[in-house]
């Protein structure tokens, strides 16, 4: 039996087959959009299997032979243009890439007649990799993307020691329940690391945890966007009874509240895109038997990753099921500030859990962003903790601004599909609970249902995928509207207009503002992933109407656009 936490060459090649079967199914557009649909990923067989009984010991931890491999303008999946193996030296605990790349100088002022004035203010990407491995030389455009293998040393608890078996009829059963009185202390082990990046962002996924995405660094800032939590801790939250704290992008199924089997490790492969790399991880769960993956994917040309949770019933019998990603959210330094914002396009969301007795219990209606005088959008206003659902957001994406440091995260999806989003944010809560330093984050859920009081049922050879990205923005001070191509920020000033641009690949061509369904003004635009675009512009006196703001490209098409446009 071939184990996730022991892949081979072998089993690498054995897995290929499901990332040319995945690959396959992305391009046919196989993947639910619009609401879901059956999907065929690959037969039982080709996967690789592994074993989940609980060791009293950490397990070993395999050395691996690190291999970069580039994908040029000239690569095809049959042919690699390079594989080769690379020196690799382990990083730090909860290192990150510490560089930073200096705001550019404006380089654009446009003022007729004083009515407005127009900035771009560019950050140039740096190609310093976000580890402390050596993968490869800068490479000629273009830039990525490209994959490594590494090793990623975390403080760990001994959380294995603390395993108690549980038996037919336990809720949890046959996952172990955990003794946190027997769970030994923390100490530095070494997990191996896969890294996907481009030259807009680095990400380092840990197959050995859940097959997580355990960082994501932006780089044309240097910032960690994923919490990274220092050490990794149990902690009492969770189905289980308990819950596995490491911090980044886990995978939740079959059950809500994390799941069951995000502490151990899955399968993973990797294999081509049309344009780019893709890293596949998944996992057999215990309880049902069925399976269950996510594949993450990157491109030359954007800063978005392309993220596919799926799962897969190949058991003669129905069973139901909840699956969610559930993306940990630090974007100024392994700190929630004060002044981050949640951006959702709703009126009104579904509180889960909280401490707050001003706010409605589980299951009641809370108004957004403001709720009787308090805007519940600014994480500042929170006394509490705080969870609570966004069903169906039908204008497609959400996402999370911290204005202290001007950074945000852009999360984009098919309108209305899926069907869950939810926030957490553990405000009024001791760190102490999921950490042994000070750090905080706040959780941001993407579900195949609307909340977790709702399950779905997955028929014997059924299947269940969606495809969303995400992408990084900076110097934006916000945003109100985003998709996969572009995020805008549009505010009124009462005397005029703020506006704000960011793209999430090269883009060229125009941004215009309207007032009373009549353009106002417009601006050529030249921007790439990593920049952004701002503007101000004064409402003469005989000038009324709601604001609107559009971004098209060279050739008219139009892009993305907010507030009210004809």
């Known amino acids: 039996m071939i184990t996730g936490c022991a892949c081979s060459a072998f089993t690498v090649s054995l897995q290929r087959r499901w990332t040319w079967f995945m690959v396959a199914l992305a391009l046919s557009g196989c993947w639910v959009l619009e609401g879901p649909a059956e999907i065929s990923p690959p037969a039982v067989e080709s996967l690789p299997t592994r074993t989940s009984t609980p060791s009293a010991t950490p397990p070993a931890i395999p050395t691996w032979t690190a291999t970069d491999i580039r994908r040029l303008a000239t690569a095809s999946p049959a042919s ?15 290192q990150a890439v510490a560089t930073s790349a200096p705001a550019g100088s404006p380089s654009a002022t446009v003022s007729p007649a004083g009515a407005f004035s127009a900035t771009a203010t560019t950050a140039p990407p740096t190609a310093t ?92 800032t240097g910032r960690q966007l994923l919490y990274e939590n220092p050490v990794i801790k149990p902690t009492s939250w969770g189905y289980r009874g308990w819950w596995l704290a490491a911090g980044g992008i886990e995978w939740a199924f079959p059950v809500d509240e994390h799941g069951l089997n995000e502490w151990r490790p899955w399968s993973y492969s990797t294999g081509y895109t049309a344009n780019g790399l893709s890293v ?25 990753v392309t ?13 139901q099921y909840q699956l969610w990603l559930n993306a940990m959210l630090t974007l100024g330094g392994n700190q929630v500030a004060g002044p981050t914002q949640l951006i959702i396009p709703a009126s009104q969301v579904t509180v889960h859990s909280t401490g707050d007795g001003g706010l409605p219990g589980p299951g009641g209606a809370m108004g957004w962003p403001v709720h009787e005088g308090r805007d519940m959008s600014w994480y500042t206003n ?41 926030f957490f944010g553990p405000a009024g809560l001791s760190p102490s609970l999921w950490t042994d330093d000070r ?82 003004e417009s601006w050529p635009l030249a921007l790439a992933p ?37």
């Open 80 to 94: 690699p243009t390079a594989s080769r193996p690379v020196e690799v030296t382990p990083s730090p605990a909860g």
């Open 129 to 220: 990799p976000a580890s402390s491995a050596t993968p490869h030389p800068t490479p000629a455009a273009p830039a990525g993307p490209w994959l490594y293998e590494t090793t990623v040393a975390i403080s760990t608890y001994g959380y294995e020691l603390g395993f108690e078996a549980t038996q037919p009829g336990d809720p949890v059963y046959p996952y172990p329940r955990l003794n946190f009185s027997m769970v030994g202390p923390p100490a530095p082990r070494t997990y191996h690391a896969l890294v996907l990046e481009n030259e807009y962002v680095s990400l380092t996924i840990l197959p050995e945890l859940g097959g997580r995405i355990y960082r994501w660094i932006d780089r044309s």
């Open 280 to 304: 596949t991880v998944s996992d057999v769960e215990d309880r049902t038997g069925m399976q269950v993956g996510a594949t993450i994917s990157l491109d030359a040309d954007h800063s978005y």
């Open 307 to 319: 993220i596919q949770p799926w799962a897969r019933n190949d058991t003669g019998e129905a069973h």
């Open 382 to 422: 929170w006394s509490s903790y705080l969870g609570f659902f966004a069903p169906s957001v039908s204008a497609g994406f959400v996402g999370v601004y911290d204005h202290s440091v001007d950074q945000g995260m852009v999360r984009s999806f098919a309108p209305g599909w899926p069907s869950g989003t939810k």
């Open 439 to 520: 750090s905080t984050y706040i959780e941001l859920w993407s579900g195949a249902t609307a909340s977790f009081w709702d399950y779905a049922t997955l028929g014997p050879g059924d299947s269940i995928g969606w495809s969303e990205r995400w992408y990084p923005v900076h110097g934006l001070g916000g945003f109100n509207y985003a998709n996969e191509a572009a995020a805008l920020r549009l505010t009124d000033t009462g005397g005029g207009a703020e506006v704000s641009v960011a793209v999430s690949s090269s883009t060229a061509g125009t941004v215009s503002l309207w007032a009373g369904g009549q353009q106002m």
């Open 530 to 566: 990593g920049q952004a675009f701002g503007a101000s512009w004064t409402r003469p006196p005989d000038v009324g109407g709601a604001l609107g703001l559009r971004l098209a490209n060279s050739s008219g098409t139009v892009i993305a656009q907010t507030g009210q446009v004809p």
